[in-house]
């Protein structure tokens, strides 16, 4: 989507290591910010997601970060592990949640 | 719950020609949203049905078009295709647009030759 950059588009870390992704958007009014894990071949599948309420959520492993004021939000994965590989997607919404636009993905490798 | 359904997984067409792709939601979702994916990229927002009506729109031609059912189903035209037209065509269903999450279907997989 062209409201919604993400980066890096590739990222490869050693087993256990941390991996971030980072999100920015452009509609200041959005308000929900989800993060989608597509394995190959797979449909995407949420993994988590934050409203515009708090600034950080944590569900085990994982975490999104976010920063209304610089419309940035952060997946972090801590104690990476080979089944976290995947393709990961942020999203953000368009107008009113009807058009959820999603970033061009990042392809995160974990080498075990 | 059989989650969001898409038919066919996956089929060929040649140029010009025309497809209809469909689409089930998640028991209890009222809205399909329908979502573009090349090969490498992030999904690309098609067009939003909710009662049966287009409510939103992406960056898409005319050449696609859709519908929703009364039991929410929802078919995804498209007339005169083209080669960039092959991609996978995933369907997403929400219940509650407040809440946000959207539920994925395994996608169609179109090519054009």
């Known amino acids: 989507g062209e409201n919604v950059e993400q980066h890096p588009s590739t990222l490869s870390v050693q087993e256990g290591d941390s991996a971030v992704i980072k999100c920015t958007y452009s509609?200041?009014?959005?308000?929900?910010f989800p993060w989608y894990k597509q394995e190959l071949g797979k449909r995407p599948q949420l993994i988590i997601d934050?409203?515009?309420?708090?600034g950080e959520k944590k569900d085990q492993r994982i975490a999104v970060t976010l920063n209304k004021t610089a419309k940035h939000f952060s997946l972090h994965i801590t104690e990476t592990q080979p089944e976290d590989s995947a393709v990961y997607f942020c999203?953000?919404?368009?107008?009113?949640?009807?058009?959820?636009?999603f970033g061009a993905g990042t392809r995160l490798t974990v080498k075990p | 719950d059989a989650g969001v359904t898409q038919s066919p997984t996956h089929l060929i067409k040649t140029r010009g020609q025309q497809v209809t792709l469909r689409c089930s939601p998640k028991?209890?979702?009222?809205?399909v949203s329908w979502y573009q994916q090349a090969l490498g990229q992030g999904p690309q927002f098609i067009f939003q049905?909710?009662?049966?009506?287009?409510?939103q729109r992406g960056n898409f031609p005319d050449r696609f078009s859709g519908h929703q059912f009364p039991n929410y189903s929802s078919e995804l035209n498209v007339n005169a295709l083209l080669l960039g037209d092959s991609a996978l065509y995933l369907c997403?269903?929400?219940?509650?647009?407040?809440?946000?999450?959207?539920?994925f279907g395994e996608g169609s997989r179109l090519t054009v030759l």
């Open positions: 934050i409203r515009s309420n708090v």
């Open positions: 049905y909710y009662e049966e009506e287009e409510r």
């Open positions: 509609d200041s009014a959005s308000n929900y």
């Open positions: 997403a269903s929400s219940r509650d647009l407040n809440t946000g999450e959207l539920f």
């Open positions: 999203a953000a919404p368009l107008y009113n949640n009807n058009d959820m636009r």
């Open positions: 028991s209890g979702h009222d809205t």
